[in-house]
């Protein structure tokens, strides 16, 4: 079980989130509440263990700054949350260890995310980071397939497990859910972190022992791809290089 905690804001939530058992966090640099400065991701991260997914939260942006700012701020992975195509989530999913691509619970798109390049899929509210829950029977219905589906939107201690019961994704993830009552946003607070990270564990081991991923903690460098992590066009491969875009991509 993938458990991301988003829109970090501090190093000390940061710590505290990889603390509390959470195997990614996730730096938010789209327009937002939670938005931090790449150089300030770049300092909380190089604080982290390794192991730690660190993740920078992009829409709608050039894909050529997504790269530059994920390999600059030395992040481990790209989350697009945007209306991204196909094509240039390659051309980024080329150049940067992981990509994560989020679709809206409603979104058409979602109908053709084995297309994109990206082994991990999200599938949020519809509008994406409103923290609010949606149906969660549109994830299950919409589960694409050979990808590994990260569940979101509205997520919190005490709705993780029936989420987790009901969708059956390989992860979760949370922002507003774990935050302080009154803090800034983006502040964490400790029992809700450490709450949602216990409940979704626990959950996930309650499911059948048929489901694909483990329930403890989740190891992406010791990852392998799905037999069918990309149906589309291009010749791309999870974690690697998609060959045929290197050369001519997007500004």
């Known amino acids: 079980m993938f458990v991301k905690i988003c829109g970090i804001t501090r190093e000390d939530d940061a710590l505290l989130a990889v603390a509390m058992g959470a195997d990614?966090?996730?730096?938010?640099?789209?327009?937002?509440?939670?938005?931090?400065?790449?150089?300030?991701?770049?300092?909380?991260?190089?604080?982290?263990?390794?192991?730690?997914?660190?993740?920078?939260?992009?829409?709608?942006?050039?894909?050529?700054?997504?790269?530059?700012?994920?390999?600059?701020?030395?992040?481990?992975?790209?989350?697009?949350?945007?209306?991204?195509?196909?094509?240039?989530?390659?051309?980024?999913?080329?150049?940067?260890?992981?990509?994560?691509?989020?679709?809206?619970?409603?979104?058409?798109?979602?109908?053709?995310?084995?297309?994109?390049?990206?082994?991990v899929v999200m599938i949020d509210s519809p509008g994406g980071g409103t923290g609010e829950v949606f149906d969660w029977s549109l994830a299950s219905a919409n589960r694409p397939r050979g990808k590994r589906l990260l569940l979101a939107g509205g997520l919190n201690p005490d709705n993780v497990a029936a989420a987790i019961d009901q969708v059956r994704p390989w992860g979760v993830d949370v922002a507003s859910g774990v935050e302080s009552d009154r803090g800034e946003p983006g502040q964490k607070d400790a029992r809700k972190v450490m709450a949602f990270v216990e409940n979704a564990r626990k959950a996930f081991e309650a499911l059948p022992d048929e489901e694909e991923f483990p329930a403890g903690p989740y190891d992406w460098m010791a990852d392998e791809p799905l037999d069918e992590a990309f149906d589309g066009s291009v010749d791309g491969s999870v974690g690697g290089s998609v060959d045929a875009l290197i050369d001519d991509g997007p500004a």
Do not use: C, M
Not at 26 to 53: H, M, N, T, W, Y
Not at 90 to 97: E, G, S
């Open 24 to 119: 990614a966090v996730g730096f938010i640099f789209a327009p937002s509440k939670r938005q931090i400065a790449p150089g300030v991701a770049r300092d909380i991260a190089r604080r982290l263990p390794p192991e730690i997914l660190t993740v920078g939260v992009f829409r709608d942006e050039a894909p050529s700054r997504v790269v530059d700012i994920v390999n600059t701020a030395g992040l481990r992975a790209a989350q697009l949350h945007g209306r991204e195509s196909a094509d240039d989530t390659a051309w980024i999913a080329a150049r940067v260890p992981n990509v994560i691509k989020t679709f809206g619970a409603t979104d058409p798109a979602l109908a053709r995310a084995a297309q994109y390049p990206a082994p």
